[in-house]
């Protein structure tokens, strides 16, 4: 069993695959959303330093953020592990305004999307 979150990508749809321990980190279970909701993607050096405000779930600084960030009007869904390259998924018309995700291969993630 994976013990760190997962991006999965179809013709349909993006999932954030939480692990078990995620799921409690984050107080959240997995996170999906339309395909035609991802409005962008960028790769970034260090997906920590994308995520403001005011986090549900757990988090210590340049560890582990895994949660909810609300800073204004915006709300993140964030799974970060140390200061580590993740990709920014841009969302419009659903609950997040953005998803942060801590993974091994995000140039590779954000070719295949918009």
Known sequence: MSRVARLRIDDW???VSLSVAEKIQALHGNVTV????????????????EVHGISTGTGLPGVILVGTARDGDSVTFAVCHGR??????????QPYDRIVVTVANPDEIVSGLP
């Open 13 to 15: 749809s993006v999932t």
């Open 34 to 49: 339309p395909r035609t909701a991802v409005i962008g993607a960028r790769a970034v050096p260090d997906g920590m330093a």
């Open 84 to 93: 580590a390259p993740a990709v920014v998924l841009d969302l419009a018309g």
